[in-house]
């Protein structure tokens, strides 16, 4: 797979070797202060899909950009053809700074973080409640990862045709994050949709979770066709003749009403770079119990006062688990 993240992008290191009779480029850049407002919508090996006005224009990463990498959701500028016209290509010749940014590592020893998405405001962590079977581990790494990156989360339970959720909504229903659960007749009779926009008005909302599980189902149901053709397909069959997404891709609701970002399944989701005293924020039914903790407690030692806060009934014994669970295995620094 590709990665983003600013450390692993050596196919855009374009400066050269500083070899003899290789004269040092310019200091004084030009400043594009005619560059036109585009989104990115999707990436696709160097090539980036740019929302420009109405019109999509394709672009790559203009050499002053260094090594940073745009991603889907980013705010860029634009220089040259912006026509969008069949084999034009435009230039991004700037980032601009993000609101938020979704990261994720593959496993927690993995030095590279790549951004997922980029100004997302929202993280819908989409479960089926059958086939695939739920992951609770995933689930709450992926709240880390929301709370980290400035995301407010939004779970999803998918297929409930299948399976009923009750275990899942013991686990997650109390705590102060909405929830929506679908099933394939809703998905059908378009109460999934209707359910989940209510969700998503105004909002970047990235759609994150375990492959199979539903995602561009249920963005397909959000979306009209017709505004999905424009952007292209990103989906790979499988040897198992499903379609499989293989690259993150906007996609905007009806008019003003916000963006849905399609991201393709993952199998983990490294926390490496989180700080693991950040933990905790993703644990909302804990943390008021971390008040009669010693000072900087890891919440993974014999002092901490969650297990008594769990104890005296105020959360389920289960949560704690996920969060000791989740700690020991970034201190381990091994996947979950
Ligand atoms: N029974 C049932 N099947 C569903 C439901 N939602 C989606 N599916 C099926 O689940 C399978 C996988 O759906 P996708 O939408 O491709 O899953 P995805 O999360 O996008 O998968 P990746 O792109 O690989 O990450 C498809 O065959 C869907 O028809 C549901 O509510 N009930
Ligand atoms: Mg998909
Ligand atoms: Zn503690």
């Known amino acids: 797979m590709r990665r983003y993240g600013k450390h692993t992008d050596e196919d855009d290191i374009r400066t050269r070797p500083n070899r003899k009779g290789?004269?040092?480029?310019?200091?004084?850049?030009?400043?594009?202060?005619?560059?036109?407002?585009?989104?990115?919508?999707?990436?696709?090996?160097?090539?980036?899909?740019?929302?420009?006005?109405?019109?999509?224009?394709?672009?790559?990463?203009?050499?002053?950009?260094?090594?940073?990498?745009?991603?889907?959701?980013?705010?860029?500028?634009?220089?040259?053809?912006?026509?969008?016209?069949?084999?034009?290509?435009?230039?991004?010749?700037?980032?601009?700074?993000?609101?938020?940014?979704?990261?994720?590592?593959?496993?927690?020893?993995?030095?590279?973080?790549?951004?997922?998405?980029?100004?997302?405001?929202?993280?819908?962590?989409?479960?089926?409640?059958?086939?695939?079977?739920?992951?609770?581990?995933?689930i709450d790494r992926c709240l880390v990862a929301a709370f980290d990156g400035g995301l407010t989360p939004l779970l999803v339970m998918t297929k409930s045709d299948l399976a009923a959720p009750d275990e899942l909504l013991g686990l997650y229903g109390a705590l102060d994050i909405p929830y929506v659960v679908t099933s394939r007749e809703e998905l059908e009779n378009g109460d999934a949709a209707d359910r989940v926009r209510e969700h998503l008005d105004g909002k970047i909302t990235a759609f994150v979770g375990h492959s199979g599980v539903g995602k561009t189902t249920l963005v397909n149901a959000l979306v009209p066709e017709e505004r999905r053709r424009t952007t292209g397909h990103v989906n790979a069959v499988t040897g198992r003749g499903r379609h499989t997404t293989t690259s993150a891709l906007a996609l905007p609701l009806s008019d003003d009403d916000g963006w849905v970002v399609d991201t393709p399944g993952v199998r983990s989701f490294g926390l490496a770079h989180i700080d693991p005293s950040r933990v905790i924020h993703a644990f909302p039914d804990l943390e008021p119990g971390t008040e009669g903790c010693p000072r900087a407690c890891s919440h993974d030692e014999p002092d901490c006062a969650l297990d008594a806060w769990v104890t005296e009934g105020h959360a389920d014994p289960a949560r704690l688990y996920s969060l000791r669970r989740l700690l020991a295995t970034r201190e381990r620094k091994e996947g979950d």
């Open 22 to 138: 290789n004269r040092p480029r310019t200091h004084i850049r030009p400043k594009h202060e005619d560059a036109a407002e585009g989104m990115v919508l999707t990436v696709d090996r160097g090539r980036l899909t740019c929302l420009v006005e109405d019109r999509t224009v394709m672009a790559m990463k203009a050499r002053e950009l260094g090594r940073k990498a745009a991603v889907v959701g980013d705010r860029v500028a634009l220089v040259g053809d912006l026509s969008g016209k069949k084999d034009t290509l435009a230039r991004i010749v700037r980032i601009e700074e993000r609101t938020s940014v979704l990261r994720r590592t593959a496993d927690d020893d993995d030095p590279y973080e790549r951004v997922v998405v980029a100004n997302a405001d929202q993280l819908a962590i989409v479960t089926a409640l059958a086939d695939p079977e739920p992951r609770p581990r995933l």
